[in-house]
Structure formats: structure tokens, C-alpha cells
T-cell receptor, first 115, second 110 residues
Framework: DARVTQTPRDKVTEMGQEVTMRCQPI?????VFWYRQTMMQGLELLAY????????DSGMPKDRFSAEMPDATLATLKIQPSEPRDSAVYFC?????????????FGPGTRLTVL | DAKTTQPNSMESNEEEPVHLPCNHS???????IHWYRQLPSQGPEYVIH???SNVNNRMASLAIAEDRKSSTLILHRATLRDAAVYYC???????????FGKGMKLTVNP
């Protein structure tokens, strides 16, 4: 049963610290999405990649957030420095497409708490 | 605003059909309508999507209004396992970016 995996599942850190979240997309999927979920804003798209190239990161605060795909099996989302307002659940999703992705498969999420 | 709007919550009874509405009045002609659902402490799970025509799959049916400004997710026989938060989403600008609504909590009574 192919699944998207995310690590860590939970992260508690102090304001100002660097946070790195990792995602392993489903093998063979070529599109990766990063979302953030909060009670106030709901699910928001931060960035997404196709074939490891960033296609859109307009939803991501550029000054402190960065997203990369070092290889086809790993996507990372980094926050430096972290702030309390970054506390949220961060989801990674992957999909497979020729021209567009119709179905996104979500991971279990990383719950981030910044104190 | 590109976000979809849904009721905050709905209740249904087990083994009865459920119709979950969604409004997307600003949708453009090339944007798809998607539905996902989310159980507690899990990531969203794909349910169904469509563009203009009604769609059916093993999980649900999607009825899209002729003007595409609204749609309805239909669960033909609700089970207790269908209790979840259901999100109506749409793609944006002809891309595959999904814009999610606030979600609607479905409670299924035994």
C-alpha cells in the first residue's frame, strides 16, 4: 500500500530555531505539494514541485520558508527562524501526471508547535 | 475570492443518502471541482473530482450545476466510517493548485 510519509510527525521547538520537515512522496509520483493547515486559515497551499522543479511558491512566506526537492524521493520544507505563528499542521501531498495532477495523496502531516 | 463555501456541519443517519453542498460562484471554465475528506489526525483523502459533467466513483457521486457555480457531493448510503470533515476545493487559474474551503463536518448517526 503506497503512502506518502512525513517526518517528524510532531515537532515542538522554540521561537528562532530552525525547523526542517521531510516528505517522501509515493514512488513514481512526479508532483509534490506542501500545505499548511490551521484552525483560522484552513488548508493553504504553500508550494509545489513537478519533476523536482518548483512550479509555484507564491503561498509561502519567502523570508523564512524554503522548499526543496534534493531528489525524487525527498521533499523538504524548512523554516528559519521559526515563529509562534508558524504553529500548524504541515501536509505533504504527491500526485502523478503527464500534464496535470488530478488526485493528490496526502501524508499524515507534521504537527509543528513553536513556543 | 477563489475559496469555496460550505455549511459548517451536517448530520445524517446511517444507511441514508447524504447531499453535501458547495458554492464556487467565481469558478472559471477550466477549473476543476474536487472533494476531499479528512479524519481526525490524518491527512485529507481524495473523494472525487469533476469539471462539467456529473461523476460517479465507488466512494460517491458529484453533481455539478449547469452554471458550475455550485456542486453537491452525494454519499448514497452513509456509514459511520463516512463521518469526517469534507472539503470542497477548486483548482485555480487553469493550474493544478487547489484552493480549499473551510470544510464541513459530517456526523453520521447510527
Amino acid at each position: 500500500d503506497a503512502r506518502v510519509t512525513q517526518t517528524p510527525r510532531d515537532k515542538v521547538t522554540e521561537m528562532g530555531q530552525e525547523v526542517t520537515m521531510r516528505c517522501q512522496p509515493i514512488l513514481g509520483h512526479n508532483t509534490v505539494f506542501w500545505y499548511r493547515q490551521t484552525m483560522m486559515q484552513g488548508l493553504e497551499l504553500l508550494a509545489y514541485f513537478r519533476n523536482r522543479a518548483p512550479l509555484d511558491d507564491s503561498g509561502m512566506p519567502k523570508d523564512r520558508f524554503s522548499a526543496e526537492m534534493p531528489d525524487a524521493t525527498l521533499a523538504t520544507l524548512k523554516i528559519q527562524p521559526s515563529e509562534p505563528r508558524d504553529s500548524a499542521v504541515y501536509f505533504c501531498a504527491s500526485g502523478s501526471t503527464g500534464l496535470r495532477t488530478d488526485t493528490q495523496y496526502f501524508g499524515p502531516g507534521t504537527r509543528l508547535t513553536v513556543l | 475570492d477563489a475559496k469555496t463555501t460550505q455549511p459548517n456541519s451536517m448530520e445524517s443517519n446511517e444507511e441514508e443518502p447524504v447531499h453535501l453542498p458547495c458554492n464556487h460562484s467565481t469558478i472559471s471554465g477550466t477549473d476543476y471541482i474536487h472533494w476531499y475528506r479528512q479524519l481526525p489526525s490524518q491527512g485529507p483523502e481524495y473523494v472525487i473530482h469533476g469539471l462539467t459533467s456529473n461523476v460517479n466513483n465507488r466512494m460517491a457521486s458529484l453533481a455539478i450545476a449547469e452554471d458550475r457555480k455550485s456542486s453537491t457531493l452525494i454519499l448514497h448510503r452513509a456509514t459511520l466510517r463516512d463521518a469526517a470533515v469534507y472539503y470542497c476545493a477548486r483548482t485555480q487559474g487553469g493550474s493544478e493548485k487547489l484552493v480549499f474551503g473551510k470544510g464541513m463536518k459530517l456526523t453520521v448517526n447510527p
